[in-house]
């Protein structure tokens, strides 16, 4: 009886400890910088320094497009992107612009990427150590079609996340990452 009792108290704390640890690991890192999101953002690139999005940000408006900026994310995350991408016309529309002109283009959506919503998951892509590796895939998931990603800095790495997926629609989506060679885990936001 004494071993049922110390198997049950070893079990309990073993659950309580992961989940404080899976809590832990789906929380933004403390250094990322608030964010007021009015906008989907079309966003160009992130990159760790400053110096890189500027190089950027002066290459694409050399190819015509302007109301560029660039936002210090936090966490050595600098992201070179326009806002006002609301509309889903305008967001195809843009992204075969920028396209032709040599850019992959993501889109951020509003809400904070890892926040929870009631029937809504978020997908990772891969978890990263430094941002240009994110970067870099990112790019890659853009010319395969996945535009509505995004970066997210949980503790030492660097998450490329498909944002608020709604659950109906995660096999199919699930499927149609699998086919373009890549793979996705979903979770729930956090709360």
């Not at 079990?11 to 250094?31: L, M």
Request: proline share 4%; net charge positive; aromatic share 8%.
């Amino acid at each position: 009886m004494l071993r049922i009792a110390v198997l049950v108290i070893v079990v309990c704390c073993a659950a309580c400890v992961g989940a404080a640890g899976a809590r832990a690991i789906d929380s933004p890192a403390a250094c990322t910088k608030p964010e007021v999101r009015v906008h989907n953002e079309a966003v160009f690139g992130h990159f760790s320094t400053l110096a890189a999005a500027k190089k950027l940000k002066a290459r694409a408006a050399v190819q015509g497009f302007v109301g560029i900026k660039i936002e210090n994310e936090g966490c050595g995350d600098f992201e070179v992107e326009i806002d006002g991408a609301d509309r889903q016309a305008d967001r195809a529309s843009f992204a075969k612009e920028a396209a032709k002109a040599g850019f992959p283009i993501t889109f951020e959506q509003t809400a904070p990427p890892m926040q929870y919503r009631a029937g809504e998951v978020v997908g990772i892509f891969a978890r990263k150590r430094t941002v240009a590796a994110a970067n870099a895939l990112m790019w890659k998931l853009s010319s395969s079609g996945f535009n509505f990603i995004d970066l997210v800095r949980v503790g030492s790495r660097w998450l490329v996340v498909m944002p608020q997926v709604p659950i109906k629609h995660a096999l199919s989506i699930a499927h149609e990452v699998s086919t373009a060679g890549y793979q996705i885990q979903f979770q729930p936001g956090t709360k």
